[in-house]
């Protein structure tokens, strides 16, 4: 399993670079191939710096537009459906690394919480833990040169409590936390508050405030105000800029003034304070400078630069055109940034991180990391990954059903799955012409026209059904039926499932399958399951579509099947019998049927991890599961829940699905030989996208449906 980490902040200037590059140095040194992920960029059109930087360093051997997920601009417009290619794009890269370190985004200019806030989503959604990362210093506007008034104890304290907050919310997994540059007369009181506001036992690190990351460049200084170099060394533009002097005054009062590594403003027409500021900074009893910016627009005279020739100085001298007070202003707001040719900040960051963070605990921290939260879009996304993976051949019978052929236009697109469409080929191609479809790569089948496949079908059927009285006639005219036809293709092996119901009751699509198909050995009734995709996880309801008053002894095949169906799906299956009591606490027909099942599903799969009697509350909250079932390794942990009747089933899922926001998927059928699975005849494309997903999932694993 892939390692991985999100950096993420709830504001901008906290320093994250130059955390990531420490991470991004510990991780190479335990993981061979390590990648770097943009989930957001600010523009495609220009390169990301962060990211630029980060892949200098990083092992795995990734193009930059590989390592990018959406803009910024892709995210506002529809979130949802950013998250979703943020994580294709994540797992694409993710699965040829051992490790992958995340850079969340912090340049919006928006409410604090919004920007953590999706930073949450997608860590959640990319089942990454979040290594949080919060600013000790002060950013109100008043910032010169990088640096900043301190933030104290209290306002990270209250600045952490919000961070939780929102990820919490988000259901993103916090690992540790880092206040970075933070005060270091303060360390340990700021280590101690935040540490207060974190859950139990998170790690939190504090790296102090180092000028040498934050201080600008001459060169940002160079840009910052639009300025042109006139003299001096190019080499000299690396120079951190500490402080700036205005040069406003007679030379003798601003020679006493100078201060180390400082830019000095001087007015262009003020020749001789920029003869004099140049022989100090040559001078052994003056501090050295960083750079000269020369403001106004007067031209040097060839005598004032023949003297400086002369004095042969590598001071960069700059020229800009802006005023004093604008000049000022444009080098106090000159930012230090972390560049891949500033190999001494990068070596000086990597070393602040190794020492005030213990890079062992957090490698620790992400090897025992359980994913545990599984959100719709993940679901979605490996269901889709997995069904296009089986490569399965899926009949559609409802080909004049515009649903059915808007779902075909996207899986054929998509690679879901290979199609067979049932209907008249000339109208189901002109429909879908009409709705600006493309259908190549589907074939289209007429179930009336007689074909050496249609005969092969009437055979078949009579073979099957003979005993039933069924005649050639009879089984010519089942032919007929979309679903008869359909269900024949997966008996015989001409596709691998069939999804229909779109256009037909839930009767109409099962009864072929029991007559022709089957069910599994040993299973004495087809049912159904949704996956219900919470916010943080998915769960299995069944039966909440097929059977309205099942038996004990169908109640326990029901649930083997829903575990089993669990499992082929990624769920973790612990199977709760739900009831109105819970134990031996009721007694009862009803509660004795359930009571019943779960001894027979303990008696035909001891392995299986079942609960029941038990009510819904004991089933999904720990709480009240362990007061009520102590010890029990289901109770408030149920992944797998079977409900005693149809009508139980199906209010609560739908209750579930509109109180709770979850995204029911299904209904799924499971029993049968091969798969079939039912629509609602009020599906939406989506829905037939995702059955359709499930029937290739299925037909994947032949007699576990």
Not at 43 to 63: F, I, K, N, P, W
Not at 132 to 159: F, K, V
Not at 514 to 535: D, N, R, W, Y
Request: with cysteine.
């Amino acid at each position: 399993m892939t390692a991985s980490i999100y950096l993420t902040s709830a504001e901008g200037r906290t320093g994250k670079s130059a955390v990531a590059i420490g991470v991004l140095d510990s991780l190479r040194a335990g993981a061979p191939r390590v990648g770097v992920f943009r989930p957001l960029i600010r523009s495609r059109a220009t390169r990301d710096r962060v990211l630029e930087l980060l892949l200098t360093r990083a092992t795995a051997g990734h193009e930059y537009d590989q390592c990018v997920g959406v803009t910024y601009e892709e995210a506002h417009e529809n979130p949802d459906a950013a998250i979703t290619k943020i994580v294709a794009a994540y797992r694409a890269m993710r699965d040829e690394c051992d490790a992958v370190l995340v850079v969340g985004s912090d340049f919006t200019d928006v409410a604090v919480p919004t920007e953590l806030t999706f930073n949450a989503r997608i860590a959640a959604n990319l089942d990454s833990p979040v290594l949080l990362i919060l600013g000790g210093r002060q950013h109100d506007g008043i910032e010169t040169l990088g640096q900043s008034a301190a933030r104290g104890s209290g306002d990270l304290a209250q600045l952490t409590e919000l961070s939780v907050h929102e990820l919490r919310n988000a259901h993103a997994t916090l690992l540790a936390a880092v206040v970075n540059r933070a005060d270091p007369t303060s360390l340990d009181e700021i280590q101690a508050a935040v540490a207060k506001e974190l859950p139990e036992g998170t790690p939190v690190w504090t790296v102090p405030e180092q000028l040498a990351l934050v201080s600008p460049t001459v060169n940002a200084v160079l840009e910052a105000v639009d300025g042109q170099m006139l003299r001096g060394s190019e080499d000299a533009l690396a120079r951190d800029v500490r402080d700036i002097v205005i040069a406003g005054m007679a030379m003798e009062h601003v020679l006493p003034r100078l201060i180390e590594s400082s830019v000095v403003v001087v007015a262009a027409d003020r020749a001789e304070t920029l003869l004099a500021v140049t022989m100090a900074h040559e001078a052994p009893t003056f501090p050295d400078l960083a750079a000269v910016v020369l403001n106004g627009d007067f031209a040097l005279a060839p005598d004032v630069e023949r003297l400086l020739d002369g004095i042969g100085s590598s001071l960069p001298v700059i020229r800009t055109s802006h005023g004093t007070f604008d000049t000022a202003q444009r080098i106090m707001h000159a930012r230090g940034l972390l560049t891949a040719e500033a190999s001494g900040r990068l070596e000086t960051a990597i070393g602040l991180f190794r020492e005030h963070v213990d890079v062992e605990a957090l490698h620790e921290l992400m090897r025992v990391h359980q994913g545990s939260v599984r959100t719709p879009t993940m679901f979605s996304y490996e269901l889709f990954e997995r069904a296009a993976a089986a490569n399965a051949h899926i009949v559609l019978p409802e080909g004049s059903d515009d649903r059915v052929l808007r779902a075909a236009h996207t899986l054929l697109a998509r690679g879901t799955a290979r199609l067979t469409i049932l209907g008249e080929e000339s109208s189901v191609r002109s429909r879908a012409a009409d709705l600006g479809l493309a259908l190549d790569g589907a074939a289209i089948l007429d179930p009336t026209v007689r074909t050496p496949m249609r005969d092969q079908f009437i055979a078949e059927y009579v073979r099957l059904r003979g005993h039933k009285g069924v005649t050639s006639e009879i089984a010519d005219e089942r032919m007929n039926d979309v679903s008869y036809f359909g269900t024949m293709m997966v008996h015989l092996g001409f596709a691998d499932g069939m999804v229909s119901g779109a256009a037909h009751t839930t009767a109409h699509t099962i009864r072929p399958s029991l007559e022709i198909i089957k069910t599994v050995p040993g299973v004495s009734v087809v049912s159904s399951v949704f996956f219900m995709a919470l916010a943080d996880r998915v769960l299995v309801y069944g039966d909440c579509a097929v059977n309205p008053d099942p038996t004990a002894e169908q109640l326990a095949d029901i649930a083997i099947s829903s575990a089993a169906t669990a499992v082929q799906f990624g769920v973790d299956a612990r199977i709760a019998m739900l009831s109105y009591s819970t134990g031996d606490s009721g007694t009862g027909a009803e509660v004795d049927k359930v009571r019943r099942a779960t001894e027979l599903v303990r008696a035909a799969r001891p392995a299986l991890e079942v609960e029941g009697p038990i009510q819904y509350d004991a089933a999904t909250d720990p709480g009240v599961g362990a007061s009520k079932l102590p010890g029990s390794t289901v109770a408030g942990h149920a992944t797998v829940f079977i409900f005693p009747d149809l009508n139980t089933g199906n209010n609560t899922y739908k209750a579930v699905q509109r109180s709770a926001g979850a995204v029911a998927v299904g209904p799924v059928l499971q029993g049968l030989n091969k798969p079939v699975n039912d629509l609602s005849r009020g599906a939406t494309v989506e829905d037939i996208l995702n059955t359709v997903a499930i029937t290739a999932v299925q037909s994947a694993a032949p007699g576990a449906v």
